[in-house]
């Protein structure tokens, strides 16, 4: 994951409600798969298994923060072991049929959590967050970037 694509999700889960957040996780798994991929199709070994790792570790928070009181999430507890049992059969085989076998989980689950996030208006978790603004600039298609800092940003005493 390049570092453009780990400060767009950085932002994401900082000015995020919680099904946001958990939309955004999938899509970090679902990009470190396609990293993976990547890395497998372009023999670079070190690429492969740190994207393999990554979507491990993410998977591994999703499972941590289900919340067993609720029936769904024995079933999504079991989908994400198997994404981490496929990831782990990709790991050590070097072979794509891992990797495809957790985007045939993933990719559904994916979209759902994203209808779910796109109709949740609840708060965002984080207070005091820098707020992102984006606009046109000079050029025709040129979109930068500023910060809107708020001097009350962090901790208030």
Known sequence: MDQEAVSVF?????NGNKSQIIAVLFDMIQVDLDDAL???RNHEQEEYME?????????EHLQNALDFKYDISKDLYSLYDYCKR????????????GINEARQVIDPL????????????SA???ENTQKIAA???????DINESVDTDN???FLA
């Not at 994916?110 to 208006?121: G, L, P, Q, S, Y």
């Not at 046109?136 to 298609?141: A, D, F, P, R």
């Open 38 to 40: 990547d890395g497998l």
């Open 110 to 121: 994916a979209e759902a959590f994203r209808e779910v996030a796109e109709n949740d208006d």
């Open 135 to 141: 606009g046109l600039t000079y050029g025709k298609s």
């Open 51 to 59: 994207a393999l790792r990554h979507a491990n570790e993410v998977l």
């Open 124 to 126: 965002p978790l984080m």
């Open 86 to 97: 496929s990831i782990a059969k990709a790991m050590y085989s070097g072979r794509e049929e």
């Open 10 to 14: 950085t932002r994401r889960i900082t």
């Open 152 to 154: 009350s940003r962090g």
